[in-house]
């Protein structure tokens, strides 16, 4: 009387490994890039934070002052320091205003004049292109867009 065999033969295993190696190799690129995704979806995220505290420090500006001359506005018992309407681009303005964590992201010096911007990248990431800029408004520009405060994000190279 011949013995049933039950489970798996060796080459049967074999194939089994050699196909889930294969699917592997195909899979692991895909999902290789991680931390430059999260690096991106940060920038951008702090992008959207400092539009945001912009435009809510400039309301409150128009709101509590009524002038684009006032030199602050104070926002949930934090001052503000503005110019021509919108938050300065240095750690007492726009940083501020946003909140933003300084562990996270290192900032150049910034500047608390019309036109002056401050620019965020990772913290600990040394690459180009993986930056988002700060311009702080300037009434004396020639465009809307400059009279304004302007952000923006190159997640070009995180």
Same mark, same amino acid.
Do not use: W
């Given at each position: 009387?011949? %013995?049933?065999?039950?489970?798996?033969?060796?080459?049967?295993?074999?194939?089994?490994?050699?196909?889930?190696?294969?699917?592997?190799?195909?899979?692991?690129?895909?999902?290789?890039?991680?931390?430059?995704? *999260?690096?991106?979806?940060?920038?951008?995220?702090?992008?959207?934070?400092?539009?945001?505290?912009?435009?809510?420090?400039?309301?409150?500006?128009? $709101?509590?002052?009524?002038?684009?001359?006032?030199?602050?506005?104070?926002?949930?018992?934090?001052?503000?320091?503005?110019?021509?309407? #919108?938050?300065?681009?240095?750690? *007492?303005?726009?940083?501020?205003?946003?909140?933003?964590?300084?562990?996270? #992201?290192?900032?150049?010096?910034?500047?608390?004049? $019309?036109?002056?911007?401050?620019?965020? %990248?990772? $913290?600990?990431?040394?690459?180009?292109?993986?930056?988002?800029? #700060?311009?702080?408004?300037?009434?004396?520009?020639?465009?809307?867009?400059? %009279?304004?405060?302007?952000?923006?994000?190159?997640?070009?190279?995180?």
């Amino acid at each position: 009387m011949k %013995k049933q065999q039950s489970g798996f033969t060796l080459i049967e295993l074999i194939m089994v490994i050699v196909v889930l190696g294969i699917l592997a190799a195909f899979a692991l690129p895909r999902f290789a890039d991680f931390s430059g995704q *999260a690096r991106a979806s940060s920038i951008q995220g702090l992008a959207g934070a400092l539009r945001s505290a912009s435009a809510i420090a400039h309301s409150a500006q128009l $709101a509590t002052a009524n002038s684009t001359g006032s030199t602050s506005v104070t926002l949930e018992n934090q001052v503000i320091t503005m110019i021509d309407g #919108y938050p300065t681009a240095n750690t *007492a303005g726009i940083v501020a205003a946003a909140q933003v964590d300084p562990a996270g #992201y290192a900032a150049t010096a910034g500047a608390a004049t $019309a036109g002056g911007d401050i620019t965020f %990248k990772p $913290a600990g990431f040394t690459g180009a292109n993986c930056s988002v800029t #700060y311009t702080a408004a300037d009434a004396a520009g020639t465009t809307a867009a400059e %009279k304004a405060s302007q952000v923006v994000a190159d997640t070009s190279g995180c």
